[in-house]
C-alpha cells in the first residue's frame, strides 16, 4: 500500500489551496491506496471555528468529512489525523490512530504539554510524530515522548532534512515517517509510506507505524 501520511485542505486549513474532493482525486490519479487527512489543529485557528468547543472540533471535521464521502468514488481509503501545535511553541505533531470522538472529548489538546499529549495518545492506542524537526524555527523535542518523527517533502520548505538523518543516530528507537505536507497539486505524492501490510484503519496505521520501520517516500 502507498499511504500519504501528511495532506491538508482547504476545507480546515486555510493555508492549502485544494479542496477534499480535488485532493482524494489527485491522490487517486497518483496511484495513491490511502491517505491521512492532518488539518492543523491550531487554538487560534480553532476559534475562528465556532464561538463552543462543539462547534469548532465540528467545523474543524469538515475537510476531512468531504474527503471521507469520496471513498465511495475513489479507490483511495481516507484517514483522520492530526497536526497539532501546542502553545505557545511553533513545533508540530502529527497524531495517527485517533477518531472524531477523541477530538470532540479532548478540545483542549492545543493547551496540553508534550509528555501529557503523549501519553494520552498512548494510551488511547495512537502514535505522535514530531512533523519536520528541522524546519525553523522547530527543533526536536524530548524524543522520550514521541514515536518517531517525519522526513517532510514539501519542496522549499527549508525542512534540513540531513540534519534529521544526523539527530535519529542518537535515537535510534525513534520511529521514521515521510509525509507530502500537501498544500497545492503541485505537491501530491512527493511524501508517504509503502508497506506490505494491509491497513484498514487508523487504529492499524498508528499500531504499523510504531512497531515497525515503514519504507519511505521520498522525492
Not at 69 to 97: D, R, T
Not at 157 to 177: A, D, F
Request: hydrophobic share 35%.
Amino acid at each position: 500500500m502507498k499511504i500519504e501520511m501528511h495532506v491538508h485542505t482547504s476545507e480546515s486549513s486555510p493555508c492549502a489551496q485544494v479542496d477534499a474532493q480535488r485532493i482524494v482525486s489527485a491522490y487517486s490519479e497518483a496511484g495513491f491506496d490511502a491517505i491521512v487527512i492532518t488539518n492543523h489543529f491550531d487554538h487560534e485557528l480553532l476559534k475562528e471555528f465556532g464561538h463552543t468547543k462543539e462547534e469548532q472540533i465540528e467545523r474543524y471535521l469538515l475537510g476531512y468529512r468531504k474527503a471521507k464521502a469520496m471513498e465511495a468514488s475513489y479507490p483511495v481509503k481516507v484517514m483522520l489525523g492530526i497536526e497539532i501545535g501546542l502553545v505557545p511553541n511553533p513545533e508540530e505533531y502529527l497524531i495517527y490512530g485517533i477518531d472524531e470522538a477523541f477530538l470532540l472529548q479532548y478540545p483542549d489538546l492545543c493547551f496540553w504539554k508534550q509528555k501529557d499529549l503523549y501519553e494520552r495518545c498512548r494510551s488511547y492506542g495512537a502514535a505522535m510524530f514530531q512533523a519536520h524537526p528541522f524546519r525553523e524555527p522547530c527543533r526536536p523535542k524530548d524524543p522520550a515522548y514521541l514515536d518517531g518523527v517525519e522526513f517532510n517533502q514539501r519542496p522549499n520548505s527549508g525542512n534540513h532534512n540531513e540534519k534529521l538523518t544526523v539527530w535519529l543516530k542518537n535515537h535510534p528507537n525513534l520511529k521514521q515517517i515521510s509525509g507530502s505536507d500537501c498544500h497545492t497539486l503541485e505537491q501530491v505524492g512527493s511524501g508517504g509510506i509503502e508497506t506490505s501490510q494491509p491497513v484498514n484503519d487508523e487504529k492499524e496505521l498508528a499500531k504499523l507505524i510504531t512497531n515497525t520501520q515503514v519504507k519511505l517516500i521520498t522525492a
